[in-house]
């Protein structure tokens, strides 16, 4: 298969003793992000990117050169893949200064300009002045750094980070992924970054891709994959709030619509050729997709779909109010967040009925 | 005060840390890093020497390493004398019956460097050879250091297996232990107070050097 220059593909398979079956493409530039819950084998793929573990089964190449290939009997030591790999904890060399770490993995350049490069590098992560600190009398957050630049001193034709944003304080937290962001837009190499928090693969990533018990199962651009994912298994592990079960009642290409029932009630939405009537489906709206009837005047969309109910749960967050509205007709939960201005101005409140209009072209069909 | 043994002792103790140094290395990592199916008897094994009188160790070795035995068949052939009453058949000894003593605290150092920090040194590009040199060992020090002290304070005052194979041949295989039991056998009280005073202070040392390293990895990381 033919990636483009410089891109990472991977295609590993497994049954154990962690069992892996995993299809990832990055290309070159692009920051992907391996989403999954912990025990999903997240790391362990990372790990096999970077040859410190080797799985039974499959190809690892950059750029089409094979650095793992089981059939062809090729796996490259860690030392000739020339992967940065920013550890979970860092992994600095404790007996170390932040100088002599980065030095460490200078080796290919000649020993006179190593000093000078690892400066630089030191410097380009904002940590001038802290070279000759050892790691322990270092911040995580610039403890991080350190990790970041020295992971980028080898000139890395991958860059792989493990969770490195987990260690640190939040406001550190958010400091540090304004630096990479800014940092990335330099690299040209593909970029792994492997989390378990769906906010920063949506922020730092161009791509994400859900790890489920060893098993990739989707792919997408964070905002597609979040609106459409796969199915109810990539739905529940991006932590959609709104996803109930369904049954297909029609589908007419002709008024391109799908006719479905759920929440006790027909439901219209764009037409999804995927399902026949009859199909038992899973189906997600976001809450973006649900519109409050006001009691003044008509508001828009309202002849939708339109679903009554009573707030089950009403908590006000800031300048939003976050409300579970039950279902009227099977008491099944919606969540929806409302400005909270909005929810004055219709007296929202514990127990009081409202009606929402569940909006078709956000209503999204899937498999079980 | 057996000046002769005294020398004797201390250049089996250095023999022995000599050999045990590298053994210690590589056993100690291999068990602080490796999984496999045999393990716990290899630990095992290596341990026995803690809690086996010293004079059935030394037994064991008298047969193995005898005259008789294939051992001391091969080494009779090549060197022309007999390996047991030796001080090379001493110092094989000295060495089997130190293993516990070199490669525990080796092997405790080894498992207190992470994974990741030696999967790191593979990412960055080291060799095996220069992680060993530049990561693990400077890490795993005190540890190596210790083994090593534990090592020669311990064949320092070894009594019972040296006498199994060694005998008490002076200049040859007598070591300070013995000469001390010597002299208490020939009411030369003075000569074994000298000896046994020397062997504490030695033993002092050793243990003082043991903590001192060990403390000061704790307050560095502190």
Redesign the interface.
Known sequence: MAEPAGGLEVRLAQAGPIPLDVRLDCAAGEVLALVGPSGSGKSTVL?CI???LRAKTGRIAVGGEAWFDSEARISL???AR????V???Y?????MSAQANVE??L??VAAPARAGRARALLDRVNLKGLESRRP?ELSGGQQQRVAVA??L??DPRVLLLDEPFSAVDRSTRQILYRELASLRRDLAMPVVLVTHDLDEAAMLADRMSILHRGRTLQAAPPHALMARPANSLVARLVDLKNVFRGKVLSSDAGTGTTLLEGLGQRLECVLDARFAAGAEVSWAIPGSHVILHRRDRPSRGERENPVRGVIADFLPLGENVSTVIAIEATGERLQVTFPLHVARRNGLESGAEVVVSLLRDGIHLMPD | MDWAALRLSLELAAWTMLVLLPVGIALGRVLAWKRFAWKPLAEGLLAAPLVLPPTVLGYYLLMSLGAASPVGQWFESVFGRTLVFSFEGLLVASVVFNLPFAIQPMQRAFETIPRDVRDAAACCGLTRWQALKRIELPLAWPGILSGMVMTFAHTMGEFGVVLMVGGSIPGETRTVAIAIYDSVQSFDDAAAGVMSAVLLGMSLVAMAVVYATGSRKDSRRG
């Not at chain 1, 992994?91 to 007996?95: N, S, V």
């Open positions: 790990r970077a040859g410190v030591a860690p030392r020339t992967v940065g790999f550890f979970q904890n992994a600095l060399f404790p007996h460490a993995a080796g290919h322990w020295r992971a001193a080898r």
